[in-house]
């Protein structure tokens, strides 16, 4: 079993920025891909960004040149930086690698 433990969440103003991190034991990270999911209050959960093992990236058109996910396979991580948040980005945010998937992390952008 593979704990992947997403960390970073929190509130913020609109236009704000925050940035999450997914760490998992072992060595996950580097054979497979990683996607960051959210879901919203009443709402189906949605693939926001996703990396490959090889570097490439996708972005939700909801999100794009405002998120940016990135890894680091050494330390078995994965971030996901958010700008320029908006009231619509409130969610609880998922980290997901193969069938694993952590607990999430809430992201409240509120003022």
């Known amino acids: 079993q593979v704990q992947l433990v997403e960390s970073g969440g929190g509130l913020v103003q609109p236009g704000g920025s925050l940035r999450l991190s997914c760490a998992a034991a072992g060595s996950i990270f580097s054979i497979n891909a990683v996607a960051w999911h959210r879901q919203a209050p009443g709402k189906q959960r949605e693939l926001v960004a996703r990396?490959?093992?090889?570097?490439?990236?996708h972005y939700a058109d909801s999100v794009k040149g405002r998120f940016t996910i990135s890894r680091d396979n050494a330390k078995n991580t994965v971030y996901l930086q958010m700008n320029s948040l908006k009231p619509e980005d409130t969610a609880v945010y998922y980290c997901n690698a193969a069938q694993f998937w952590g607990k999430g992390t809430l992201v409240t952008v509120s003022s």
């Open positions: 990396i490959t093992s090889g570097g490439n990236t």
